[in-house]
């Protein structure tokens, strides 16, 4: 492990709980699931984080527990706070669905100006006749 998150320590080679970091993360969940803004909810935890850190703990999948670190909320509290999480930025309108682009539609009319001018070198003359083409919109 490169990190261990807030709220665990590593002891004898296994992560445990530290009991008063852990205290915290749930404020930090109660909070912001109760309505409190990110860094309202973290300062009220007795954290100081910015809007980003708090996202991010709220979105760490090791306060639910696997098989390396114990859980510390309960999944329906982190659910909760994830699913508010979406629906903020919904509203703000942080976050746009993906559309899949349309294929783009070759022009299949075209019209060519009458040919005035002719040209010794070919470059020219092609450079000429391709400047001539219109496309038509339908």
């Known amino acids: ?3 261990t998150p807030y709220g665990y320590r590593i002891e004898g080679g296994k992560a445990v709980i530290d009991e008063t970091a852990a205290g915290q993360v749930k404020e930090l969940f109660d909070g912001y699931n109760s309505g409190l803004a990110l860094t309202v909810a973290a300062e009220r935890a007795g954290l100081k984080l ?3 850190s ?3 703990m709220l979105q760490n999948e090791h ?3 696997d098989e390396y670190y114990p859980a ?3 999944s329906d509290v982190f659910n ?3 699913n508010e999480i979406r629906r903020r930025a919904l509203a703000l309108g942080r976050i746009k669905e993906y559309k899949e682009p349309l294929p783009p539609t070759p022009q299949t009319k075209f019209k060519m100006g009458r040919q005035t001018k002719f040209f010794d ?3 020219a003359q092609a450079e000429y006749m391709y400047g001539l083409i219109e ?3 339908d």
């Open 1 to 3: 492990m490169t990190h």
């Open 121 to 123: 070198d070919p470059f």
């Open 50 to 52: 910015y809007h980003a």
């Open 80 to 82: 909760k706070a994830n």
């Open 135 to 137: 496309s038509e919109v």
């Open 63 to 65: 306060y639910v527990g």
């Open 54 to 56: 708090a996202k991010r």
């Open 72 to 74: 510390i909320v309960n």
